[in-house]
């Protein structure tokens, strides 16, 4: 069984708007309640089917008696109706007898006596008659008394359960009330502290963020002059070691070119089988190819540098802009903690220049004493990307050189 649980249209908003309530979303304790209704229903209903059944089954076996009474009372019908035709004959006999009477004064005392035990035959059918009837009657009113008595507990058990599903739907829908005023109160209580928030302080921030970055382009500038330095220096020893590599390259050549002439020289004289030499050529030719393969490796290692460096700079775009749209939420939508917290105190000019002078000193590019929890994040994030953005320059200048 599932059931859609709607919430009121003016209550929601466009991030708490269920698509398709469920069961499922209610709470653990409402969830057990509907299971446990839903369960109590089910057992109803098997309850009920298998009275039924049984009331069914007992009914067709009572009906199946009462068949048989009634074949019973018919024959007893058409016995009773053979008796009374044995009795209507009789009379007539007995009419003929007492016709007879005054001729017939000798047979007086036998038609007496078969009068008399006609008339006792008919009274023994009559007390049977009325014990089969009785026995019927009491039959009828015993099933009937059982057809009421299970009507009415059957009436009884779906009242019950009735008034037990109302309850609870009561109990959840109150409970589902309480709990969207209580969300609807606390959503106006965070509007209405959010609404309170001034502009002030976020101008400060981007005064400040605006003063920095143009320190750490002033720092990074010199670091990457010294950086480009370092490089030229470092390709410089590196080209002396590439010639130096190359020459003994090169001289390892022509080693292995005269020993492979030698040893085709002594193979040739030995008249070696063709597919040996094939082989060895093979084996020849694998020695002399790294000196081919240096410069492609070179390129595709510029080349991968240069695509890397390209998704750097892309990332730190990307990562730029969500850093200043968490900053923008964080400000205008701050949670309950920064509104209970006391204001900070803006320090005063002495204070930020001697703070701002400590942050700025070579080796040391923190701001965390002048600046709160989130400038202090927004400044993190700048000091990285500007180290990405300055590594991505020291890369590109290698390549340049190279």
Not at 112 to 120: D, F, I, K, M, V
Not at 156 to 181: C, F, G, H, M, P
Not at 221 to 233: F, S, V
Not at 366 to 375: F, I, N, V
């Amino acid at each position: 069984m599932r059931q859609s649980v709607r919430t009121k249209a003016t209550l929601e908003t466009a991030e708490s708007r269920p698509v398709n309530a469920k069961i499922a979303d209610l709470c653990p304790e409402d969830r057990e309640k509907v299971t446990k209704l839903v369960h109590r229903i089910v057992e109803v209903g098997t309850l009920q089917e298998e009275g039924e059944r049984e009331f069914s089954r007992q009914r067709e076996v009572l009906e199946a008696e009462v068949k048989e009474l009634r074949a019973q009372v018919r024959q007893d019908a058409e016995e009773i109706q053979e008796l009374s035709d044995e009795l209507r004959s009789a009379t007539r006999k007995a009419m003929v007898f007492e016709e007879r009477v005054l001729a017939l004064e000798e047979s007086t005392d036998a038609e007496t006596r078969s009068r008399l035990e006609a008339e006792q035959t008919l009274d023994l059918l009559k007390l049977e008659v009325d014990k089969l009837r009785a026995l019927v009657q009491r039959q009828q009113d015993e099933m009937k008394r059982r057809m009421k008595e299970q009507r009415e507990q059957f009436a009884t058990e779906l009242r019950e359960t009735k008034e037990e599903l109302k309850e609870a739907q009561e109990l959840l829908l109150k409970e589902r009330n309480e709990r969207v005023l209580e969300k609807q109160r606390a959503l106006d209580q965070r509007l209405e502290r959010t609404a309170t928030i001034g502009e002030e302080k976020l101008d400060r921030l981007h005064s400040l963020l605006r003063e920095q970055q143009e320190e750490i382009q002033l720092n990074a500038k010199e670091q990457q002059e010294e950086m480009q330095l370092n490089a030229r220096k470092q390709q410089e020893r590196f080209d002396a070691e590439m010639k130096q590599l190359k020459e003994e390259l090169k001289a390892a050549n022509e080693l292995l070119q005269q020993e492979r002439l030698n040893q085709v020289a002594e193979k040739e004289k030995l008249a070696p089988d063709p597919i040996e030499r094939a082989v060895e050529t093979v084996q020849d030719e694998r020695l002399v190819a790294p000196q081919e393969h240096v410069p492609a490796s070179r390129d595709r290692s510029s080349e991968r540098f240069s695509t890397s460096i390209d998704s750097d700079l892309a990332v730190f775009e990307e990562v730029k802009d969500l850093y200043a749209e968490d900053l923008f939420a964080s400000r205008r939508w701050g949670g309950l903690a920064a509104t209970s917290a006391p204001a900070p105190v803006r320090p005063t000019s002495n204070q930020f220049d001697s703070t701002w002078r400590e942050a700025l000193r070579p080796g040391n590019m923190s701001l965390g004493p002048a600046l709160s929890a989130q400038e202090l994040s927004v400044q993190e994030a700048i000091e990285k990307d500007m180290e990405a953005l300055l590594r991505s320059e020291a890369l590109h200048t290698l390549d340049a050189l190279q």
